[in-house]
Structure formats: C-alpha cells, structure tokens
T-cell receptor
Framework: QKEVEQDPGPLSVPEGAIVSLNCTYS??????FMWYRQYSRKGPELLMY????GNKEDGRFTAQVDKSSKYISLFIRDSQPSDSATYLC??????????FGAGTTVTVRA | GAVVSQHPSWVICKSGTSVKIECRSL??????MFWYRQFPKQSLMLMAT?????????EQGVEKDKFLINHASLTLSTLTVTSAHPEDSSFYIC?????????????FGPGTRLTVL
C-alpha cells in the first residue's frame, strides 16, 4: 500500500468552477501536509501547507485536513485557465523527507 | 520564497556517456538536498538524500554507483548519471529545505530533462 494515495484524474472543469482534490494517507505519524502545483516540464511549487486538522485558506485556495480519517483536500474556488496544472499532495512526519501522492492533472476550460 | 536552481535544464547525450546535473540553493544554505526523478504523468520518486560533507543516502532500488551524488558545499549538490542508458531518460528534480524556515517547507528546482539516445 502506498503511503499517500491520490486519484491521478485527469480532471476537467469549466472556468469559474470549484476544483476539489483529495488524498488519503496511511501513516498516522504524518504531521505536516502540503499541496504542490506543478506546471508541465517545471519543478513543483509549494501552494499550501498545514500541520493540524481543520481548514486553511489562502486566497482562492483552501486546504483541509482530517487526521481522524487521514484525509486531506484542496479546494480551488473560481478556477482559472492558469490553474491548469498537476497538483501533488505531500506529507511529512516532521523531518525533511516528503511522501508524495501520484498527482492529479487539472484542466480548467475557458 | 527561497530559490533553487538546476543546471542544465535539458540535456541530450549518447548511451554510455556520463551526465552531471547541478542543484544550487541561491539565497539560503542547504545541508540537505533531495534528488527525485519523475517519469511522464507520474509522481516524484525520491532517489536519494544528499548530505553536505557526508555520503548520500539512497532509497531502496536506486543504484548508488549509477547515480553518484556529491554535496561539496552548503549551496551545491551534484547528481552524476554514469554510463547513461535510454532507460535513464527522465525528469530529474532536486529540492532543499530552507534551514531558516520551517522544516517541512521545501523548495524545488525547475528540473532537468535528460534524454539518452
């Protein structure tokens, strides 16, 4: 079983829609949760990070963590074509080593 | 955020040759850097942890003699793919945590696309 499971999609939505991305993880020792965005042929860039259960908002992005069910989510409101990318969830037990999900490819149609 | 650069961004080489990829932290020091490879439409696979002044730690299944890692300074780590073969063609990405920041916040380089003919 992979440490982090993520549906690779692809996911296609019309502009302005809410994008919902999810991951599950198996290791209860994971304490830090991150979402990275990766454009084609580029390195990942950090979008959001959380270390506790609950919601965290940053502009159009909301990260949600439910440690009891080992479930993490990312919501993108008012999606734009520029949001088209691959979104990777990642977790950490507190050290520097990250465990990544498979990544979900998102296309926002104009 | 902190900046990590990689050089070259794209390299094509003949089978049997060696290729060196550099990873630099531009505005912070990184005693630890990570090397990943990524195949098309797949996630990042951690290859090894590069430690400044000591030997790298390789993940299970990664050949240490094939992928040589040197972390000679606090801002530079290099990955050398020795005797490259077509199956080594991939996207190689490095990352580094900013020691002055929170440990889990890692910064990634832009990646190096290696094509072995």
């Amino acid at each position: 079983q992979k440490e982090v499971e993520q549906d690779p999609g692809p996911l296609s939505v019309p502009e302005g829609a809410i994008v919902s991305l999810n991951c599950t993880y198996s290791n209860s020792a994971f304490q830090y949760f991150m979402w990275y965005r990766q454009y084609s042929r580029k390195g990942p860039e950090l979008l959001m990070y959380t270390y506790s259960s609950g919601n965290k908002e940053d502009g159009r992005f909301t990260a949600q963590v439910d440690k009891s069910s080992k479930y993490i989510s990312l919501f993108i409101r008012d999606s734009q074509p520029s949001d088209s990318a691959t979104y990777l969830c990642a977790t950490s037990g507190g050290g520097y080593k990250l465990s990544f999900g498979a990544g979900t490819t998102v296309t926002v149609r104009a | 955020g902190a900046v990590v650069s990689q050089h070259p961004s794209w390299v094509i080489c003949k089978s049997g040759t060696s290729v060196k990829i550099e990873c630099r932290s531009l505005d912070f020091q990184a005693t630890t850097m990570f090397w990943y490879r990524q195949f098309p439409k797949q996630s990042l696979m951690l290859m090894a942890t590069s430690n400044e002044g000591s030997k790298a730690t390789y993940e299970q299944g990664v050949e240490k003699d094939k992928f040589l890692i040197n972390h000679a300074s606090l801002t530079l780590s290099t990955l050398t793919v020795t005797s490259a073969h077509p199956e080594d063609s991939s996207f190689y990405i490095c990352s580094a945590p900013d020691l002055a920041g929170v440990g889990y916040e890692q910064f990634f380089g832009p990646g190096t696309r290696l094509t072995v003919l």
